[in-house]
């Protein structure tokens, strides 16, 4: 059985940093594209970032571009968001997920399989 584990969240001010990170067991996916998503109270879960199983192309959310990066380590079978210059609007909780293809995409029913959270907090 696949399982996404995230880690890595907290309560932070604006402006600072904080590193999540998504740990895979029961699958290597060195060659799944993965994603980050968030969902805030009230609203639906949005796309964050993205990066193709190879690593060579990522994408971003136009409101976490420069500020957000996507990374994986395949060898450690984890995925990485590093978030700098935090805004109260990116408080939400942070989903992990990754998909059975390579290709990397923005949309959630393309992926496959998901974490269970990390909540992020940012105050003002």
């Known amino acids: 059985q696949v399982q996404l584990v995230e880690s890595g969240g907290g309560l932070v001010q604006a402006g600072d940093s904080l590193r999540l990170s998504c740990a895979a067991s029961g699958r290597t996916f060195s060659s799944d594209a993965k994603a980050w998503f968030r969902q805030a109270p009230g609203k639906e879960r949005e796309f964050v970032a993205a990066?193709?199983?190879?690593?060579?192309?990522?994408d971003y959310a136009d409101s976490v571009k420069g500020r957000f990066t996507i990374s994986a380590d395949n060898a450690k079978n984890t995925v990485y968001l590093q978030m700098n210059s935090l805004k109260p609007e990116d408080t939400a909780v942070y989903y992990c997920a990754a998909r059975w293809n390579y290709r990397a995409t923005a949309g959630k029913l393309d992926y496959d399989y998901w974490g269970q959270g990390t909540q992020v907090t940012v105050s003002s």
């Open positions: 990066i193709s199983g190879n690593g060579a192309n990522t």
